[in-house]
């Protein structure tokens, strides 16, 4: 069938300068280039990852959007006429990745954080100690001292496991399958670095990640891939993963021709069979089941390690936290909608779940109110974009970011949201090795690490503006937060008085 | 050497605790008397020690467990087998829902029922291939995204029930089911599954589950091998192939 949608981007080449390389054919993992005497561009190919103009080493190649403009109407806005084209042509779900790209508002653009002026000063972070380390795990009602044998004052207190972080700061879930093998080599050796932990996914642990597993957190999601017992015992942490902020409520699927020997391997399926998540952990249809699964984790890995849950923000959010921090999880990891992904049908993605912003609020509020905030670590995450959201974050009651979406562009990633086709130019994506090879585990690792250095930093101005020296005097800390055109119940969601208040 | 304990009375955390203590003591042989549905029984054992449970095991038994081989002197509750990687349990008495799920090796026997559920998203891999057999009949769902292994139902002891459950091998890509008897309901299967009488060719699979779960329940191997059997294989190995527009 004749596809009626036009393509999405404009390929230029200037052929005054090009010189002929061949370079931006090589380039690009969509197949949208030929060399024909010259570069000859199949615009309909081209997804706008600019892998190819990146690397002209004349700088001849621009992306342009396809000016070529359709009737205007804002209701049967273009998208909408795109994506029932597309649809009428393949009678399919269309399919999209990384996170909810709709123009929502995002709550962190309308707070506004405070700072010291002559009372309360603030502090230099140059000069002066500043804590950003934190520690993922389950904490106690209350510490209590005795005399040790030496006489001297211990902590008499049993302390759950706790996984130590050097920044409030890690990875998000990303498997292998979803992105490459280089690319996780590069998250775990950022997160060995940095002092943080990268996350599996529901992907199992590959061996060549075996040396990193003490900042690694494993993930135990409703496939059970590549979940043995070894894999239970490396990692620092096990997360249950319920849910994820891209696609709540939501399976996964890894179809068989994206499951080669390495994949195979790791996740324990034969080469080149599907690898389907149900929707729903089949052993867990309630509070109590989960109850279950976190106690036998725990028991498998000896009470040893924090085991947590992810779930995905959704309506009810703050009420099933509080179920989870009574089944025994030791942190929560809250995705909101923004969150990013491999792979989820594009209504799920665009129209499902809760902005993070609210969720984390909401979520505080009502673990604190129950007087069981102490029991669970909040992890935070969907669409964390600089220091700022951190900060803003933690002070509407997160103990921890994770970034995802960050870190892979970060490595590269230009967010041309076709994960899903594994074709990313970029060697992330993507399990083509002659793509995965042009992502270089060393290279990419360091610019985690800068990444990382560089919030880390930005971390301590901000605490150090509010006269604060640990990160930790920071979070749930909504006096520090001003709100800029919100409405009164939102301010009420995010216990944030307005601006000028 | 044995070691016996007594599980009266005692929270599973310290009856796992002494069992994983047992065992690390050198231990190879565990009697456990007196058990009342404590939890995550041999959870994460990874040797090859013989647990012997008198009483009624509770929750999640053999979770994540590789290796050991579990005997049962009564019924287990929900869980058995969850993601279990290797080893064997046998259980006497019947099984509650969820026995088997995301399995990936090893061997359950149960000779009586087992509840709903049961089988969910077994895979295999390389030599690893899991096998459940249920000497009675099982509930809805069974054999649910079943992506490898053999499941068999035998329905003995109350044959004018169906063997199964409805929803039977629903989103089934991998695998194969056998049920004891002529034909079971085309109701009681999903759409994914093939219903077929199983044949000489399945007999390497089939016989020798059998033959074990005669010669461990005391039945007759030769008698068992004589019923015809029904054989249920995935329609597609990509059930959700299709669905989208790339
Ligand atoms: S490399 Fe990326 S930007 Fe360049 S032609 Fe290919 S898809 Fe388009
Ligand atoms: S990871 Fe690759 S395919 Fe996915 S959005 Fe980024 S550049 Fe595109």
Redesign the interface.
Known sequence: MTSLVLPEFLHRVDHQRCRRCKRCVMSCGFGALQFLERVVADHAKCVGCHRCATFCPEGAITIERNPTALRYNAHWSEEHRKAIW??A???????SAMGNDKPYPSYFDHLLLDACQVTNPSIDPLREPMELRTYLGSKPERLEFGAGPDGKPRLTVELAPQVQLETPLVFSAMSFGSISLNAQKALAMAAEKCGITMNTGEGGLHKDLYPYSRHVVIQ?A???FG????Y?QQGAAVEIKIGQGAKPGIGG?L??EKVPHEI?ETR???VG??C?S?APH??IYSIEDLA??I???K????YEKPVGVKIAAVHNVAAIASGIVRAGADFIFLDGFRGGTGAA?TVIRDHVGLPIELAVAAVDDRLRREGIRNRASLVVAGGIRSSADVAKAVALGADVCAIGTAALVAMGCHLCQKC??GNCSWGIATQRSELVRRLEPDVAAERLVNLVRAWSLELKEILGALGLNAIESLRGSRERLRAVGLDQTTLDILGVKPAGR | MTTEICAQQMDY?EL?AKV?AAVAGGERELVLSQVNGQ??LG??L?QPVKLSIHGVAG??LA????GPTLEIWGNAQ??VG??M?SGRVVIHGSAGD?LG??M?GGRILVRGDVGY?VG??M????R?VPTIVVGGSAGD?LG??M??GVLVVLNLWKEEKEPVGRWTGT?M??GAIYLRGGSVSPDRLGREVLAAPAGEEDQPVLFPLLDDFATTFGLEAEELRRQPFQRLTPTS??????????
Not at chain 1, 299 to 302: F, K
């Open positions: 597309r649809q042509e393949s009678g399919g779900m269309l399919l135990v409703s496939g059970r979940v043995s017992p070894e239970l699927h179809p068989g195979s324990m399926v034969p069979t599907d389907l149900p089949h052993d279950q699964l106690g036998a984790l028991e498998a890995t000896r049908p899903y086709t | 955390r796992n994983r939890r995550y959870v994460g990874t929750n999640d979770a994540f467990m590789d929900d869980g969850n993601t990687n969820v799920y995301g990936r559920r969910i998203h895979k295999s891999f390389k690893q769902f649910e995204y992506a490898g989103g890509h991998g190995h990509r059930p959700y192939g299709n669905l989208y527009a790339y």
